[in-house]
């Protein structure tokens, strides 16, 4: 069984940065797909971005890209977000998620809270 367990949350103000970390238990990380999404209050969960298993390819929604930045370290089981130039409309819980297959993701962590002052 994956277990996913995120960290790096927490209250900055805007123009701040995070780094949020998602350490991952089991033996599939390193050929898995990791993604990154968030869930703000009122609203539905959706895609940030995702980064294959060896790490050359990444993608971004349209609302972050050019200030949030995915990678991994497969020897860590741990991908990373790296956000910079926070705005308040990035405040949201965040959630990892891992996939096998194109299917869709398989397991998700439980999330770590991110919260943007103006």
């Known amino acids: 069984q994956v277990q996913l367990v995120e960290s790096g949350g927490g209250l900055v103000q805007a123009g701040d940065s995070l780094r949020l970390s998602c350490a991952a238990s089991?033996?599939?990380?390193?050929?898995?797909?990791m993604g990154w999404f968030r869930q703000a209050p009122g609203k539905e969960r959706e895609f940030v971005c995702s980064?294959?298993?060896?790490?050359?390819?990444?993608s971004y929604a349209a609302s972050v890209k050019g200030r949030f930045t995915i990678s991994r370290d497969n020897a860590k089981n741990t991908v990373y977000l790296q956000m910079n130039s926070l705005k308040p409309e990035d405040t949201a819980v965040y959630y990892c998620?891992?996939?096998?297959?194109?299917?869709?993701?398989?397991?998700w962590g439980q999330g770590t809270q991110v919260t943007v002052s103006s």
């Open positions: 998620a891992q996939t096998r297959s194109p299917a869709g993701w398989d397991y």
């Open positions: 089991g033996r599939t990380f390193s050929s898995s797909g």
């Open positions: 980064i294959s298993w060896s790490g050359s390819i990444t």
